[in-house]
């Protein structure tokens, strides 16, 4: 039996669209190009606008080397934005970790209401982040703070917390904040790294008689090290780089001492004109993302190693 | 009872009272906002130092005067509308830049392609508070100063990297033998991945839309940064920087608006959250 | 319909050599087995053929056509089926079997024709709107031959096509698909490492181990007449027997085998047929039902690693026990003997006498 039609004709010889590495590098071409040049060229631009005395409004400027760095160095405003910025980042990063490995052993026990529970808990990553801080504005509000209230109600408090008005308190409501935004993500990042402790180890511990806290430290902790590792990075970036929740919250107030380093580079960068002095300012952030981005990259390469 | 049984009785009270706990930290400022949102003023500015008065509860009738308020009299609307064209044409950027890009890495690209896509990835962590004041400068120069195309422009630079990674997962899943099968089926290369590969991609499309949907929502700098004019803010900018100013603090509109806009992100991050941690942890952990 | 001509083939991947020079011609309307065991290059000199690798070096001629680099595997007129079938799963019956034919830009009402014609020729008409999902192995086997079908290949290349199926399936698809080959009269490549499938659909088989083709000829040929000792063994089941270096029978550095299923108690031969006795200590005996397996070790040969095995068809009723010595015998014309260092076949040693007897 032969088939009942006719002869086909094909395409005698390869296109342009059969070729593999030719099309491999047509197709990521323009995202290469748009990060290169919508990223890269901005970032050339930060480190020299930063030994420049550039000024928004006006196109001359002349290099001025390191003299924004030295300006900007023995400036206690600055020495303040950097510190504030450590002590926020750092704070929240122990904060968080705590919270989310105990959020994520409580969620992971199993119980009814999960879900509705776990929509709750997802609600801060969710919402635009300047409008929850605006919400919180108005919670730590100084005339109607609802905190104070309750306290008071309580008997916890005696005098009077003017949240945003002072610069601890201030600091405190910045990475109450910081926290609140970030362990849900968190959390829902250790709930998935609990899913690949492998049960028989666990099993295995609890028939050799381990207890609660013994299979905690010795062997679900070690499991979760790497995923949880990924969860700090991404929060450093997050919180060291963040500038709505204290541009909205405190403003940098009172007096200044609240401001940490993207508050403080857009105040002298954009509202103070001096795009020099801010770029420099931005730039002291470097540090933090490096050690964000070092991390990974090995993260990345050791599970490419193929170790658990 | 017997003693065990006891134990983990408590054990499961403890539990439900740590949850609770955990979720009253969340939920709480999403309560204040919407009992904010239907108080009216003279039950919501009483000072706190008064301990009779429960700020807790509505005192008063709920009212809707603040909704009322904020669609009629405040910008509002519009900026839900600038938002929704930002959306759009940065999500119609994203996607046609990010996912041949991402197939590419996924596919085609050899050892040359893995370097280039940890590349692309660790551009996603270069934050806006380092670009802006460069931005701000070059934004000046090509004359977008105060226009949305602004953030058009910009935004992409964001989305495409994390879009790009979170596709490749997707291609990664579709069976090699597949796309071999399409080819000796008569297509191209690129036909297959037009006519077989794509179709698989769709729930990465959709990720990418609603990712970058969430994206425009929270950004804050550079809105900032580029634009002035109350009439050009997207939600995120608009909300908190143009219903303060003035004499009067309308907290119940800003309430409102805060509410109105988180409610539609919430749902859809919730069912969108899975597949976000996969693209971080997967794409950050597996490489 | 088209023959298949390679010439001296190699493909390499980082130094390891897939497919080491092969030479192999495949004649129109042939239906050609790959056997070997995983890892033998069988798959990889199939999608070199397909397009789906580039060869190394070499050349594949399809009809005469040489098919050189610069021709994608949309260009070869070749069909392939893979081992998972492949079907779209986003597609129906049809939009699977039609999907080569959009490629050509055929006409809607001439893809409808053909798409009809296929699905009628294996009888899965009432499918057509089905999803993949919701067919059997055995139904998607035939989604997937007509979609190869309609094509019109000059040859077909199919990658261990039966391997996902269970054990009763896959003896009505092999069916299936030889009746279907037999019908179209279409050139056939077919990769698998499963000897009875080989020697089932094979018009003829090639050998394959470590990037070569050992041997190349009918299941028969391959069966009764091994080319070398790897052939000899792989071939079988159980293998082989091989005896080292057994002087009344051969000169040194020779080997010589025999099927098991040759080697029976002596008194399963005339008294004056032409055959070589062996002492056949029996170790342990298989009942299999149809027949029955012995283990055991011959006298002048014990190696406990390798024991040689006799297998005796249900029909002869011979008592044999375990832990005795018995006399076993092979037809001497079934003895065949290898070279001990390059495993090549080599003729009987008293071959030439008997010649000159003649």
């Known amino acids: ?308 | 009872m017997s003693r065990y049984r006891l134990m983990r009785y408590a054990r499961r009270v403890g539990v439900y009272v740590a949850a609770l706990g955990f979720v009253t930290f969340a939920a709480f400022p999403f309560y204040w906002m919407a009992l904010t949102t239907f108080k009216q003023n003279k039950d919501l500015y009483v000072s706190a130092t008064n301990l009779k008065h429960v700020p807790w509860i509505f005192n008063a009738a709920p009212t809707l005067a603040h909704l009322k308020l904020l669609f009629t009299q405040t910008a509002y609307p519009q900026w839900l509308l600038n938002t929704l064209l930002v959306v759009v044409a940065v999500v119609l950027i994203t996607v046609v830049v990010a996912v041949p890009a991402g197939y590419s890495l996924a596919r085609l690209a050899g050892s040359w392609g893995e370097g280039m896509g940890i590349g692309i990835f660790l551009t996603y962590l270069i934050p806006p508070t380092l670009l802006f004041i460069p931005f701000s400068r070059l934004v000046a120069i090509l004359g977008l100063q105060d226009s949305l195309w602004s953030l058009v422009v910009v935004y992409p630079t964001f989305t495409i990297p994390f879009c790009t990674w979170l596709v490749m997962g997707f291609f990664r899943s579709v069976p090699w033998d597949l796309e071999e099968q399409a080819m000796i089926d008569g297509y191209s290369r690129l036909g297959v991945f037009f006519r077989v590969v794509l179709r698989f991609a769709v729930p990465g499309i959709l990720t990418v839309v609603v990712f970058t949907f969430t994206l425009v929502m929270q950004e804050f700098i550079y809105a900032l940064t580029f634009i002035s004019s109350v009439d050009k803010m997207t939600v995120s900018l608009g909300v908190p920087v143009a219903l303060v100013r003035g004499d009067v603090y309308h907290w119940g509109a800003l309430m409102g608006a805060a509410l109105i806009t988180s409610i539609p992100m919430a749902i859809v991050y919730n069912l969108f959250m899975d597949r976000f941690v996969e693209g971080l942890t997967l794409g950050a952990v597996k490489g | 319909m088209a023959a298949v001509e390679i010439r001296d083939l190699h493909k390499h991947f980082e130094g390891h050599r897939a497919v080491d020079g092969v030479d192999l011609s495949v004649e129109d309307g042939e239906f050609v087995v790959l056997l070997g065991p995983s890892g033998c290059g069988k798959t990889t000199l199939l999608r070199t053929i397909a397009g789906l690798e580039e060869p190394t070096s070499g050349e594949i001629r399809l009809g005469g056509r040489v098919l050189s680099r610069d021709v994608p595997p949309r260009a070869r007129k070749i069909a392939m089926m893979f081992q998972s079938y492949a079907l779209y799963p986003h597609r129906t019956v049809f939009g699977n079997i039609a999907f080569p034919l959009k490629a050509l830009h055929t006409p809607r009402d001439e893809i409808e024709e053909k798409v009809r014609w296929a699905v009628r020729m294996f009888d899965i008409e009432r499918y057509l709107d089905r999803y993949p999902r919701h067919l059997s192995g055995g139904e998607r086997q035939r989604v997937a031959l007509c979609r190869a079908v309609v094509r019109e290949p000059q040859a077909f290349l199919l990658d261990e096509p039966l391997s996902n199926l269970d054990a009763k399936q896959r003896t009505t698809a092999r069916d299936e698909l030889k009746r279907f080959q037999e019908d179209v009269g279409i050139t056939t490549v077919y990769v698998t490492h499963d000897q009875v499938e080989a020697m089932g659909l094979g018009d003829r088989i090639a050998v394959m181990n470590a990037g070569k083709v050992h041997q190349f000829g009918t299941p028969a040929e391959v069966y009764e007449h091994p080319a070398d000792i790897f052939v000899a063994t792989f071939i079988g089941l159980p293998p082989m027997n091989l005896l080292e270096s057994i002087e009344a029978l051969a000169p040194a550095g020779m080997l010589v085998g025999f099927r098991p299923e040759h080697f029976l108690p002596r008194s399963a031969f005339g008294e004056d047929e032409d055959v070589t006795t062996f002492r056949y200590h029996v170790r342990r005996v298989e009942y299999l039902g149809s027949e029955r397996y012995l283990y055991g070790s011959l006298d002048a040969h014990e190696d406990p690693e390798k024991p040689i095995i006799a297998r005796l068809p249900a029909m002869l009723r011979l008592e044999v026990e375990a832990d005795r010595t018995h006399e076993f015998a092979v037809h001497s014309g079934q003895l065949r003997y290898f070279d001990e260092e390059s495993g090549q076949r080599r003729d009987p040693p008293g071959a030439a006498r008997g010649r000159a007897d003649a």
Not at chain 1, 44 to 65: C, E, H, P, T, Y
Not at chain 1, 97 to 119: D, E, N, P, Y
Not at chain 1, 207 to 222: K, N, V
């Open chain 1, 1 to 308: 039996m032969r088939l009942p039609f006719g002869p086909i004709e094909l395409p005698p010889r390869e296109t342009f669209a059969d070729r593999e590495s030719l099309l491999a590098k047509v197709m990521l071409a323009p995202a290469v190009l748009y990060v290169a040049v919508l990223v890269g060229i901005p970032f050339v631009l930060a480190i020299l606008l930063s030994f420049s005395n550039a000024r928004a409004g006006s196109l001359s400027f002349s290099w001025v080397g390191l003299s924004n760095y030295a300006a900007v160095l023995s400036d206690p405003t600055f020495r303040r934005a950097l510190l504030n910025t450590v002590i926020v980042t750092v704070a929240v990063q122990v904060l968080v970790v705590i919270l989310a490995t105990a959020a994520a052993m409580v969620f992971r026990a199993a119980f009814v209401g999960k879900r509705i529970m776990r929509f709750f808990l997802l609600l801060p990553w969710a919402v635009p982040i300047t409008l929850a801080v605006m919400a919180w504005t108005w919670i730590f509000d100084s005339t109607f703070s609802v905190v104070n209230w309750t306290l008071k109600v309580a008997g916890l408090l005696h005098g009077w917390l003017y949240w945003l008005g002072s610069p601890t308190l201030g600091l405190i409501a910045i990475i109450i904040v910081q926290v609140w935004r970030l362990f849900p993500f968190a959390t829902v990042i250790v709930l998935a790294g609990m899913t690949s402790i492998p049960q028989d180890v666990v099993e295995a511990a609890i028939m050799d008689g381990a207890g609660f806290w013994r299979r905690l430290f010795q062997i679900e902790l070690p499991f979760l090290l790497p995923v949880v590792t990924v969860a700090v990075l991404f929060g450093i970036v997050y919180t060291a780089t963040n500038m709505s929740v204290v541009y909205l919250l405190t403003g940098g107030g009172p007096a200044d001492s609240t401001h940490v380093l993207p508050t403080l580079a857009f105040q002298r960068g954009i509202e103070g004109l001096d795009l020099g002095q801010g770029a420099a300012i931005a730039l002291f952030l470097l540090p933090f993302l490096l050690v964000a981005a070092i991390g990974m990259l090995r993260i990345a390469r050791r599970s490419e190693m193929g170790s658990p």
